[in-house]
C-alpha cells in the first residue's frame, strides 16, 4: 500500500511515479491510500487513470482510499468516481464499488 | 485586490501559486477558494508542461479580485492549453485540465500572441443556470394542452388589410399565451423556420394571385426554441366582383408524424446500406448520413473503442453544411473520452441511448464552448452494441431545440444492435471466405485429376495436374461443356442422358463407384482412365466432382502379367503381387472418395488393407492441438487388436526415441524394418512385462509411412506383418507411400468439409437471436435442428421474439427459400426488417405486408414463409393476433386438449406486388399452448413425415407439458440422424403461466 500525503500535484505526481513504478507490477492489488491528501489536481488525476489502465490491462487492480470531500470532489467532477475502484478503509479490499465497464 | 508574482517555470510554479491564493484579503468563501486553488493549479501546471522550462524562463501569474469576480492570469513563453496534436498522456492531461476549467470558471480564454497567455475568471456570486424560469413552464404546460387536443388550430389573413387572426388552439401551437398574438403578416413569418419561410411566403402569394388554393408544409420555431412541423391548407374566399378577399385555413401540428415517416426512412436506408457493405469502415459514413439526412439532424459522428488506451477515439464526422460548424467539429476530432466523461463516455458506460436537450447547458459536456460557439443545441447519441459489448458511439447533433421522442430513442437503439449484428456476421463471413480460399488451395496441389462439372455438365473445376493429364489449360475449359471436351464423341450422348436421368430421378450408375472408361485427350488420343465420381456440393450449386486416373499403365501391367505368366512362376508370383497392389490401390481410393466422414474412411482403408498387404495396420494423426492421437488400429483377431491398444496405453511411444512414429512425423519421411529381431524387441522395450507383451504381438516386419497434405506431415501410417511371416520390401515400401498419399488427401479434404459444415452452422446460428426475452405470465422455448451433417449448407430458417411495446410482444418465424450465404444474408434482413416495421405499423397483417414489399425491392427473386403474431398480454391470460404469409399455420393447444390450427395460408411474401394476407385473433388462457414452427418439420421426404392431421394429432399428445418439453417433443418426432434430412426445422413455442 502507497500513502501519500499533503498535495498531491504535478511535482508530487512525479515523486509518487517514481516510488510506485518499481513495484507497480509485483502486487495483484496495489492500494493507494489518498486520506491525508489534502490537494489533488489533473496531474494526479492523469497518473491514477495511468495506474489504473495498466492494472486492467495486465489483469491486476487498482484501488484507491478515498480522500477528504474537497480532494474526491475533483475525481466526482471529472466522472472517474465512476471508472475508478475506491474504498472507505483499506481492509474494504473485498468489497468493490465500481462497476465494470 | 491583485497581486502578482514571476515564477520559475518549474514544478514548484503550481504550489507557489496556490499559496497566492490564501494571501487574498477578504479572504474568498471556502467553496470558491477551492475551485479557486485548484485551477490556479491547473493552468500553471499546463504553462509549467507545455512552455519553455530554462532556468531563466519566468511563467507570470497575476491575480485580480473584486467584489463580482476574481481573475487570473497566467503567461508563458510557450504553447496555450490547446493541444496540438501531442499525442499519449499528454493528452489525458490536457483533457482533464480543459474539463475542470471549462466546468468550474464563469468564462475563460486563451491568447497566443505575443507569448501564451490564459486566463479565466469566477463570479463571486454564481448564479444557478438552471434555476426554474417559471415562464417557459408555463408556455409548455400550454403547448402540452394543445397537443392533446389533437394539435389543429385555425386563422384568417384578410389580404388588403394585412391583418391576421389565429384561433387559441393555434397559439397554443406555436407556444403562445392565448390573446398574445400581434396580428400580423410579418409576426406570423416570424415563427417560421428561417430555412422554409421564403418557400411558404411564396405559396402564399401564388394562391393569391393565381386564385388557388393554399397547402404548405414548414417548420416552426417555438418561443422556448424548439422546432415543430406544421401542416397548413387554407382556401380563399371571393367578394362579388371575384376578388380575394380573405385567406381562410387550418393549421395541424404534424410533427409526430413527420418524425415517423423520416424514421422508418433512416431504418430503411441503414438496412440497406448494411446489406450492401463490405466492412464498418464503409458502412459509417454513409450511416451518419442517411440518419442525419433523413431525420434531419445537421451533425453526425462515430467513435470507435480503442482497447489499448481504452478510449473511445473520433472514427469519423458528418455535417450537411461543414461551414456551419467548424469549432465544433475540431473539438470533437480531437476529443477522446474515457468511461462516463462527455456524452459518448457517457453512453458508453451506460451502453443505452442518450438524449441531450441543450449541450451548451448541460453539466457533462467538455465540448460547450465549442458547440455555443456553432449554434449546436440538442444531441442524441447511442451505442453500437454486440452483445454487452460497447463497440463504438455514434452521436447526432442539432442546430435546433428538440424534444426528447421515445420513438426515436428505440429507433436509435435499434439500429445499434443492427450494427453490432453486422459486425459479427462480417466476421463468420470472413471465415468461410478464408475456408474457400483453402479449399481452392487444395485443388490446385492434388496429385490426382480433378475435374467438378456443375448440373448443367459444365466445367466448374480443373486442377493442374487435370491440365496435365487432358492437354488443356484450366482458363480455357471452364465453363464449357465437359463431354464435348473430354470424352470421346461415341460416348457423350451416354454420358449426357446419364447425367439427365441422375438430375431427374436422383439414380446415378456412376457416383460412388470407381468406373473404367476412355477419356480424350486435347491432341485426341484416347485415354483409358478410372474415375470416381463423387457428388460435393458449393453453396447454392450440385457439383458432380470425379477424381481421375491414368490407368494406361495400369493397363500395360496387365499385359505384363499375362506374358509372364507364360513364362516363370517367380515372375508371375511378381506381377501378381503388383497388380494385387494395384488393384487394392484402386479399392482404397474408391474407400477413401466415398465418404467425406473421414474417421469412417480410414477404418474402411485400414479394414481393406488387412489382412491383403499387412496383419497389423495403424493409423496416427497430429491433432490441431499438436498431440498424436492413434485412430485406429486393425488386426483380422479383435482380441490381437485389444492387446495393441493396451499396449500403446500402457508404453505410449516416446516422443524424443528415434526410429519411431514421431520420428516419421517429424522427418516426413518413411521407415522400413524389413525384419524385427528379438534384439531389436529387447533394446526397445522397458521392462520384462513390456517385453512379453511386445513378444504376444508377434510382429515381424513394419513399415511406417508418413501421411503428407500440402507439404505439412499429419500423421502416420504403420503397417506390420506378423502371422502371416512377410517381409516388406523396397516395393511395399513405393506401394505404402502411395496409399499413404492418397489417405492423405482424402483426410484433408474431409478435415475441411467438416470444417466448413460447422461455419456454415455457425453462420446460421449467428442469424438466431441468441437468447429470447423474459415475457411476464409466459413460458417460450425455442429449437432449431439444422439439415443432417452431411451437408455444410446454411438454411433460411429464422425466428424471433421481441418487445413492441409495453405489453405488446411480437413472435415472428419464417423461411427464406434457397442455401447458401446469398440466403443466409436475405435472412438476415427479413430478420431486422421485420423489426423495425413491427413498431411502426399496427396489426400483424401490415407488417408482413410491408415486410414483403421491401425483400421484393430487396431480392425480388427470393421468396419467403413467415408467420407473424402479436402477442397482448391480457390480466389472466393473453390475446394472439396472427398472420401468415404462405407459411405452415401454427398449431394451438387448449388446456383442455383441444387442438386446432390459427390463421389463414396467405400469399408467400417478397416476389409479389400484391399480397394476400389477414389476421386472425384468438384469446389464449392459462394452460394453453400455441406452437409455430418451419415447414421442415412436415416434409414429406423425411422417413416420418408429418400431414397436418399429424400434426394435430401429435400436439395433442403435449397436453400438460411446458414450452421447453413440447418444443423437444417436437423436436424428437422428427430427429432421424440417419436420414438425408433436406430441410432444417425451427420450432418456437408459447405458453400462457398455468
Redesign the interface.
Given at each position: 500500500m502507497v500513502s501519500i500525503s499533503g498535495?498531491f500535484?504535478?511535482?508530487a505526481a512525479?515523486d509518487v511515479e517514481q516510488q510506485i513504478r518499481p513495484i507497480e507490477d509485483q502486487v495483484p492489488v496495489l492500494v493507494v491510500d489518498l486520506r491525508a491528501v489534502s490537494?489533488l489536481?489533473?496531474?494526479a488525476?492523469?497518473l491514477v487513470?495511468?495506474l489504473d489502465?495498466n492494472a486492467?490491462?495486465r489483469g491486476r487492480r487498482l484501488v484507491l482510499v478515498r480522500g477528504p470531500e474537497?480532494v474526491h470532489?475533483?475525481f466526482r467532477?471529472?466522472?472517474?468516481d465512476?471508472?475508478l475502484e475506491f474504498v472507505d478503509h483499506p481492509t474494504d479490499l473485498a468489497r468493490p464499488t465500481r462497476r465494470d465497464? | 485586490m491583485t497581486l502578482e508574482r514571476r515564477l520559475p517555470a518549474a514544478p514548484e510554479a503550481a504550489s507557489e501559486a496556490r499559496r497566492l491564493v490564501d494571501k487574498l484579503d477578504p479572504p474568498l468563501p471556502p467553496d470558491l477558494s477551492d475551485n479557486l486553488r485548484l485551477l490556479i493549479s491547473e493552468v500553471v501546471t499546463n504553462a509549467v508542461r507545455h512552455g519553455p522550462n530554462g532556468s531563466d524562463d519566468r511563467i507570470r501569474v497575476r491575480l485580480d479580485a473584486t467584489d463580482e469576480r476574481v481573475r487570473v492570469d497566467v503567461l508563458d513563453a510557450g504553447e496555450g492549453f490547446v493541444r496540438h496534436g501531442r499525442a499519449g498522456a499528454a493528452d489525458l492531461q490536457g483533457g482533464w485540465g480543459l474539463f475542470l476549467v471549462e466546468q468550474l470558471s464563469s468564462r475563460w480564454g486563451v491568447e497566443v500572441e505575443p507569448t501564451t497567455h490564459v486566463w479565466f475568471e469566477i463570479d463571486v456570486s454564481e448564479r444557478d443556470r438552471r434555476s426554474a424560469d417559471d415562464e417557459l413552464r408555463r408556455s409548455e404546460e400550454h403547448l402540452r394542452l394543445a397537443l392533446a387536443a389533437g394539435g389543429m388550430g385555425t386563422w384568417e389573413w384578410t389580404i388588403d388589410a394585412g391583418v391576421v387572426r389565429w384561433s387559441e388552439s393555434l397559439e397554443l401551437i406555436h407556444g403562445l399565451e392565448p390573446g398574445t398574438f400581434r396580428g400580423t403578416f410579418e409576426a406570423y413569418k416570424s415563427d417560421m423556420h428561417p430555412e422554409d419561410r421564403d418557400e411558404v411566403v411564396r405559396k402564399l402569394e401564388t394562391a393569391v394571385k393565381e386564385h388557388t388554393d393554399y397547402a404548405a408544409e414548414y417548420r416552426i420555431i417555438l418561443p422556448n426554441g424548439v422546432m415543430r412541423w406544421i401542416n397548413a391548407r387554407a382556401r380563399l374566399l371571393f367578394d362579388r366582383s371575384d376578388r380575394p378577399v380573405r385567406l381562410v385555413g387550418v393549421c395541424a401540428d404534424v410533427t409526430a408524424d413527420k418524425e415517423a415517416a423520416q424514421r422508418l426512412i433512416a431504418q430503411h436506408a441503414v438496412a440497406r446500406i448494411l446489406a450492401e457493405s463490405e466492412t464498418l469502415d464503409e458502412a459509417t459514413p454513409r450511416i451518419l448520413a442517411a440518419i442525419g439526412e433523413s431525420l434531419g439532424w445537421e451533425l453526425g459522428t462515430v467513435y470507435f473503442v480503442d482497447r489499448r488506451s481504452w478510449v473511445l477515439r473520433c472514427a469519423g464526422t458528418w455535417a450537411a453544411i461543414p461551414e456551419r460548424a467548424p469549432s465544433f467539429l475540431q473539438a470533437t476530432r480531437d476529443f477522446a473520452p474515457v468511461t462516463g466523461l462527455g456524452l459518448p463516455g457517457r453512453v458508453w458506460e451506460e451502453r443505452r441511448t442518450v438524449w441531450i436537450d441543450d449541450v451548451t447547458k448541460d453539466d457533462n459536456f467538455p465540448r460547450a464552448t465549442a458547440a455555443a460557439r456553432d449554434d449546436l443545441h440538442s444531441a442524441v447519441a447511442f451505442p453500437i452494441l454486440l452483445g454487452p459489448e460497447v463497440l463504438g458511439v455514434l452521436e447526432f447533433f442539432s442546430h435546433d431545440l428538440r424534444e426528447p421522442d421515445e420513438e426515436l430513442l428505440r429507433m436509435m437503439s435499434t439500429i445499434g444492435n443492427q450494427i453490432g449484428q453486422f459486425v459479427e456476421r462480417k466476421r463468420v463471413e470472413a471465415v468461410v471466405r478464408e475456408s474457400e480460399a483453402r479449399k481452392s488451395a487444395i485443388l490446385q496441389s492434388a496429385q490426382d485429376a480433378i475435374v467438378s462439372m456443375d448440373a448443367d455438365g459444365l466445367v466448374v473445376d480443373f486442377n493442374p495436374a487435370a491440365e496435365e493429364m487432358f492437354g488443356y489449360r484450366e482458363p480455357d475449359v471452364v465453363g464449357s461443356e465437359l463431354a464435348s471436351l473430354l470424352i470421346p464423341p461415341a460416348d457423350r450422348d451416354r454420358h449426357r442422358s446419364s447425367l439427365a436421368r441422375y438430375l431427374e430421378t436422383g439414380q446415378s450408375s456412376i457416383l460412388g463407384r470407381r468406373v473404367e472408361l476412355l477419356a480424350l485427350r486435347a491432341d485426341g488420343q484416347e485415354l483409358p482412365v478410372e474415375v470416381t465420381v463423387t457428388r460435393v456440393d458449393d453453396p447454392g450449386q450440385m457439383l458432380f466432382t470425379a477424381y481421375i486416373r491414368d490407368i494406361s499403365d495400369r493397363r500395360r501391367v496387365e499385359q505384363m502379367r499375362a506374358q509372364l505368366l507364360a513364362n516363370e512362376r517367380a515372375a508371375r508370383a511378381e506381377a501378381e503381387s503388383a497388380n494385387e497392389r494395384l488393384s487394392f490401390l484402386a479399392d482404397a481410393s474408391v474407400a477413401l472418395a466415398s465418404s467425406l466422414n473421414y474417421r469412417r474412411t480410414l477404418s474402411k482403408l485400414t479394414k481393406l488393407a488387412v489382412p491383403r498387404v499387412a496383419d497389423w495396420c495403424t493409423i496416427e494423426i497430429v491433432e490441431p492441438n499438436g498431440s498424436v492421437q492413434s485412430i485406429e488400429v486393425t488386426h483380422s483377431d479383435p482380441d490381437k487388436i485389444a492387446t495393441a491398444k493396451e499396449f500403446r496405453l500402457r508404453y505410449p511411444p516416446d516422443p524424443s526415441e528415434p526410429g519411431g512414429i514421431y520420428e516419421v512425423i517429424r522427418t516426413s519421411r518413411s521407415i522400413v524394418y524389413p525384419e524385427i529381431t528379438d534384439e531389436m524387441l529387447e533394446s526397445g522395450t522397458r521392462d520384462r512385462e513390456q517385453l512379453d507383451l511386445a513378444r504376444s504381438l508377434g510382429l515381424r516386419s513394419a513399415m511406417i509411412v508418413p501421411l503428407i497434405a500440402r507439404g505439412r506431415s499429419m500423421g502416420a501410417i504403420t503397417f506390420a506383418s506378423a502371422e502371416s511371416g512377410r517381409r516388406f520390401g523396397d516395393a511395399d515400401l513405393e506401394f505404402a507411400e502411395d496409399l499413404a498419399r492418397r489417405a492423405s488427401l482424402a483426410i484433408d479434404n474431409a478435415r475441411l468439409y467438416e470444417e466448413r459444415s460447422h461455419i456454415a452452422r455457425t453462420l446460421q446460428r449467428s442469424l438466431l437471436p441468441p437468447e429470447l426475452p423474459e415475457v411476464p405470465g409466459i413460458e417460450l422455448a425455442a429449437l432449431y435442428q439444422p439439415a443432417a451433417v452431411e451437408r455444410n449448407e446454411v438454411g433460411g430458417d429464422f425466428y424471433d421474439v421481441f418487445e413492441i411495446r409495453e405489453g405488446e410482444w411480437a413472435i415472428a418465424i419464417g423461411d427464406v427459400c434457397g442455401k447458401g450465404v446469398e440466403a443466409a444474408a436475405l435472412t438476415g434482413f427479413a430478420r431486422h426488417t421485420l423489426r423495425a416495421v413491427a413498431v411502426h405499423q399496427r396489426g400483424p397483417s401490415a407488417v408482413l405486408s410491408t415486410m414483403s414489399e421491401a425483400m421484393r425491392r430487396e431480392d425480388g427473386e427470393r421468396f419467403s414463409t413467415v408467420a407473424f403474431a402479436l402477442l397482448e398480454s391480457r390480466a389472466d391470460g393473453a390475446r394472439l393476433t396472427v398472420a401468415c404469409g404462405g407459411h405452415p399455420l401454427p398449431l394451438v393447444l387448449r388446456r383442455d386438449g383441444h387442438a386446432e390450427t390459427i390463421g389463414v395460408p396467405g400469399t408467400l411474401l417478397g416476389i409479389f406486388e400484391e399480397v394476400e394476407l389477414e389476421d386472425r385473433s384468438i384469446e389464449l388462457e392459462p394452460g394453453d399452448t400455441v406452437v409455430f414452427f418451419t415447414d421442415g418439420l412436415i416434409d414429406s421426404r423425411r422417413s416420418h413425415p408429418l400431414g397436418e392431421r399429424g400434426l394435430l394429432d401429435f400436439v395433442r399428445t403435449c397436453a400438460g407439458l411446458d414450452a421447453h418439453g413440447t418444443a423437444e417433443r417436437f423436436l424428437e418426432a422428427v430427429a432421424d440422424p440417419h436420414s438425408e434430412a433436406p430441410d432444417d426445422v425451427a420450432i418456437v413455442v408459447v405458453r400462457v403461466r398455468p
Open positions: 498535495e500535484d504535478i511535482s512525479m490537494f489536481d489533473s496531474s488525476l492523469r487513470v495511468e489502465a486492467r490491462t474537497e470532489r475533483v467532477i471529472t466522472r472517474l465512476h471508472q465497464p | -
